[in-house]
Structure formats: structure tokens, C-alpha cells
């Protein structure tokens, strides 16, 4: 389980802070089937099995055993017919009928007011506006009033790679990462303000994105000795070494814990911290300490 630190509590707790959800909140989603919605890896993986030209599946598996996943994806785009493309992502991330988990409702519970996801599914905003009574804003990084929600008392989803409601828009090879950047450098500014303002903790979530890379060296380095942000991760994705570089090339402290059973342990210690958060907050009210 995770040992939530006491800072970054009291920072979701008078909602300073911004929960960044990845691939691993939503596995542990499934459908009516049982069927968990694939880690990027494997979706990678099964896209190369629909690429009818051997060697072209063949140079897309071998960038996946490199771990060069941005390449792998840019070639299995690329190698597919734009429309085979996008007919595996509309299935994907939404034709396969995947239905919320608890961890989605207690990420709810936890009401952080800034909420961001790299998720194209939908399956954390549209179950915390069940939740909420239809109060929560869904914002794109491609939005040209992303900035106003910013400063509002709304409580605010932010899709920072697009959704599949828009599939041409989404952020996920590795020409899209250089068009975002190059058409929506507001966006970006927008994160290194609330790295200065606001605790991120990374739920779910890989150091694999290279502009959320770029964007915490750059804080990390600019802002020396600030507090950390913290990223969940599971035990067996990184080792020792790699979490010293993350923590001091990057201010990012891991949080580990056990991705057993589509990452249950994650769903676990998020239900532990709805009642960590409560507290706090029931002490800030009393306090008023706001």
C-alpha cells in the first residue's frame, strides 16, 4: 500500500494540488466480459498484428522490444490505412464497452479541483459528472479558453492528450507530440505555472510522455529546493537508480506499490487516501486554515 506523505495530503486536501491520471487508473476498468483495457505496449502489439506487410510489422516490434514506443506507434500509424488506424482506437478506447471501477469513484471522493488525464478514454470524467451532478468542465489541451477554467471555482478535467471523442486530435505518436507543441504552446505554459503553484501527484501514470518530461526537468532546475511532485508508480517498473535520476533531475518522488491484478493495490491506497484527505480537510475547516 502507499504511504501518502503528510504535505501532499494537506495540498489535495485545500486543493492545491493536481491529480494526473494515466493507463493504470483506467486498467483496472473492464467490461461485461472481463476484459481490461490494454496497457499502451500491448495495444502497440496488437496493432502491429494488423499491419498486413511482415516487415513492416516486424520494424514496429522491434521499436516495442526498445522501448521506443513514440516510433512504434508514429510506424503502425503509418503503416495502417488512416482509417484501419482510427478504427482501432474508436474500439479501443471506446467500443469495447469498458465500464468505471471503484477507483474511479474514489478518485471522485478525493475532489480535487484540478484534475488532468492522458486517457483518451472517458471514463473518469464521465463517471465523476454521474457523481458530481454534471458539474465537472472537460477541457483539451487544444482548447482556446483552456486558460479561464484555470482561475474559476469549477472543478475542472483536463485531457492533456486529447479525447476519442476527437481521434484526429489526439497526442500519440510521435509527430503529434511536435504538432501540439508547435500549435499549442499556450498550453504548455499553462503546466509550468501550476508545477510553481500546485503539488502534482501522477496516478497511473509513466515518465514516458517526453514534453511532461521536458516541463518537470525544466521546473526542477529552474526552481531549486521547491517541494516535490509525486508520481505512483509500480515496484517493478523502474529500478533504484532510475528513481534517483527521477527525484533529482526532475523533483519527482516515487510512490511505489504492487501493479498485481490490473494494479488493484493503486485502486487501494487511492480509497485509503479518500479518508486521509477528509480528515484533513475536516481540520482545515475547523482551523481555518484555508
Known sequence: MIDWPEDLVRDIA???????LGAGVSRNAQNEHGVHPREWMDFLKH????????????????????????????LARKYLS?????TEMLQEFSGNGYRHAKIHDDLSRVDSRLVMTSN?????ENRANQLQNNTII????????????????????????GTIDAPDDTIFTRSQYAVARRDCGHFYQLLRGLFVTHTFVFLGASMRD???????EDHAYRFEGA????????????????????????????????????HKELA???????????????HLAATAGW
Open 268 to 282: 487501494d491506497s487511492v480509497a485509503g487516501l479518500v479518508s486521509k484527505v477528509e480528515l484533513a480537510r475536516e
Open 227 to 262: 517541494r516535490p511532485h509525486y508520481i505512483a508508480m509500480p515496484e517493478n517498473s523502474a529500478r533504484k537508480g532510475i528513481l534517483r535520476v527521477l527525484e533529482e533531475t526532475m523533483n519527482l518522488k516515487a510512490l511505489m506499490y504492487d501493479p498485481a491484478h490490473n
Open 14 to 20: 485545500a486543493r492545491r494540488s493536481v491529480l494526473f
Open 210 to 216: 517526453p514534453d511532461m518530461q521536458l516541463l518537470l
Open 120 to 124: 483518451f478514454d472517458k471514463l473518469y
Open 138 to 161: 472537460v477541457k483539451n489541451y487544444y482548447d482556446k479558453d483552456v486558460a479561464d477554467v484555470f482561475r474559476r471555482l469549477d472543478r475542472v478535467v483536463i485531457k492533456v492528450h
Open 82 to 86: 488512416p482509417s484501419t488506424f482510427k
Open 47 to 74: 496493432l502491429a498484428s494488423r499491419i498486413p506487410d511482415a516487415g513492416e510489422a516486424a520494424e514496429v516490434v522491434q521499436c516495442i522490444e526498445d522501448s521506443d514506443l513514440l516510433t512504434a506507434c508514429e
